[in-house]
């Protein structure tokens, strides 16, 4: 597609915005033909391959073909090469033409019927424990002949059983990545593994993604990484999946692409060789004087600063494409490379921060206000049962100051219903018209109790020892600090709908990095500002 025919589909439909992914997982330009895969997102399910429309196959004769050529492609000795690559090819294109509930069987199928081969790991485990140590491994002394061949049969069975621990599927996964569009197939599996686990929680398809998460680990390493500058001089089809993908702040029309990726603005994308031509993640940068406090003067700002003017280089959006990756923490390394690459480009740059979203603030929220609504109401309603067996509840706690519940409660007239400022801030923020955000009596009244609270929220709210906000979790990782939290920093309806439109700076320190991000992952420290940290230091 050209640069009108990337135009014309902007104008014709922009699609949709995907919900957001995780940093570290959270999809992706042209495939050559032979290689040519689907986007995890799209509906496979209607295209049977067109091999098997044309001879009227029936969708379970399918299905036993790709168990066949799945089958095949592990039991072919290697040195057949030709036969291995014919079946690794059939089952590539089945695989995409299965309907996900045939998905669904091939990848239990894959799980069970190819897992360890214990009977065999047993067998070698009783012929090991059967083996006599020589003398030399003990005293530390040179072994003669006879010790040698106890030796020999000690690793013989050690390496036989360091195959047999193996599951069956580690062949075929292996055989798979070294084939031409292989590695993007085997993401897309995971992706469908992953759908199947969300439901389905059998301990053979967790053991699956567990080894199938640690290889594409290692294929997907950082030196096999290229960073690819994404400009608008790129192929149209980059461009296209950029509008696409790109979920944190969707891409409304060409002025807004081209405004991205022009004067001022950055990005930069991960690209694998095997996956032709497609960024598994990408960052947007904005070259700034300061550190933004609100994404509409980023996304509209006019005109940008001017480079040679810029201090400061704000990561405002990063993106992963493909769910079949969630876990694999490619943005910490992207960002890691991306700040270095800056440096040496334009050392004028000194402040790296981001602007960044608070996806999991009005869910707790609005759960934290709407438990402590239904027990308060439950406290008045046997107030005088509690008073007299001498009890109040464990669970209540003041989520609002008695200065904020004043003047929640002074604003609210003509705007919500409520008896307490507890349960007038719980139905102004569940509303979906959003009508707070229009009385300034309203923002003022909110605006303290919300810093408050998503400060808490941020700094002190944990789920097994990590952050409970996953971008906030993302970044503190990756050794960041949390710098300041943003007023009415994003007023779209995601950002009112997701976290009252608060933003949150994150900076990366670059003296700090490794130590922050250390202390957080061993200690689960956080590092913030003397002013975020005052807002949770007053309340404790």
Request: charged share 25%.
């Amino acid at each position: 597609m050209n640069k009108k025919g990337l135009a014309l589909f902007l104008r014709a439909r922009v699609r949709p915005p995907h919900p957001p992914l995780p940093p570290n997982q959270g999809r992706y330009p042209d495939s050559p033909p032979s290689q040519s895969l689907p986007l995890p997102n799209s509906n496979m399910d209607p295209s049977l391959s067109n091999h098997h429309r044309a001879n009227n196959i029936s969708p379970s004769l399918m299905l036993k073909d790709v168990k066949d050529w799945m089958h095949a492609s592990m039991s072919i000795p290697a040195h057949k090469i030709e036969p291995v690559d014919t079946n690794l090819e059939n089952f590539l294109q089945g695989y995409l033409g299965l309907a996900q509930e045939d998905r669904r069987e091939l990848i239990l199928v894959l799980a069970k019927d190819y897992d360890v081969n214990r009977t065999r790991v047993r067998d070698l485990m009783q012929q090991y424990l059967s083996l006599e140590p020589p003398h030399a491994l003990n005293d530390g002394h040179s072994s003669g002949p006879e010790e040698e061949g106890i030796l020999s049969a000690f690793y013989r069975t050690e390496r036989n059983l360091r195959d047999a621990i193996k599951p069956m599927y580690a062949l075929f996964f292996e055989r798979l990545n070294a084939y031409p569009g292989g590695l993007k197939l085997l993401v897309v599996l995971r992706a469908d593994l992953l759908a199947i686990l969300a439901k389905e929680n059998i301990p053979s398809l967790r053991a699956l993604d567990s080894f199938l998460k640690e290889k594409l680990i290692t294929w997907l390493s950082p030196a096999s990484l290229g960073l690819h500058h994404i400009t608008w001089d790129d192929s149209a089809s980059l461009l296209e999946k950029i509008v696409a993908y790109e979920a944190v702040h969707p891409i409304k029309n060409l002025l807004d692409l081209k405004r991205r990726l022009g004067v001022g603005r950055r990005c930069f994308g991960y690209m694998h060789p095997a996956i032709y031509g497609e960024p598994l993640i990408f960052i947007e940068v904005a070259l700034l004087k300061d550190v933004a406090v609100s994404i509409q003067d980023v996304l509209w700002d006019e005109p940008p600063t001017p480079e040679c003017e810029a201090s400061c280089a704000l990561f405002y959006s990063i993106t992963s494409t493909q769910p079949g990756l969630a876990g694999i923490n490619l943005g910490k390394f992207l960002i890691k490379r991306v700040i270095e690459l800056i440096r040496r480009e334009m050392p004028h740059i000194t402040t790296f921060a981001t602007l960044s979203p608070i996806p999991g603030f009005m869910q707790w929220l609005l759960s934290k206000l709407a438990s402590q609504f239904k027990i308060g109401k439950t406290e008045t309603e046997d107030a005088s049962t509690l008073s007299h067996m001498g009890f109040g509840s464990v669970f209540r706690e003041n989520i609002l100051l008695p200065e904020e519940e004043k003047m929640i409660v002074d604003s609210s007239v003509g705007y919500a219903v409520g008896n307490s400022g507890l349960e007038i801030m719980k139905n102004l923020l569940a509303s979906t018209n959003n009508e707070w955000i229009k009385s300034d009596c309203l923002l003022k009244a909110l605006k303290p109790p919300l810093l408050r609270l998503c400060a808490r929220y941020l700094l002190k709210e944990r789920k097994r020892g990590k952050a409970l906000d996953p971008v906030a979790n993302f970044h503190l990782q990756n050794g960041a600090m949390i710098e300041r939290i943003n007023w009415m920093a994003d007023q779209s309806e995601k950002g009112l709908q997701q976290s009252a439109g608060l933003m949150v700076n994150y900076v990366y320190r670059l003296d700090h990095i490794e130590e922050y991000a250390e202390l957080f992952i061993n200690e689960g420290r956080i590092h913030a500002s003397p002013a975020l940290q005052q807002y949770v230091n007053d309340n404790l």
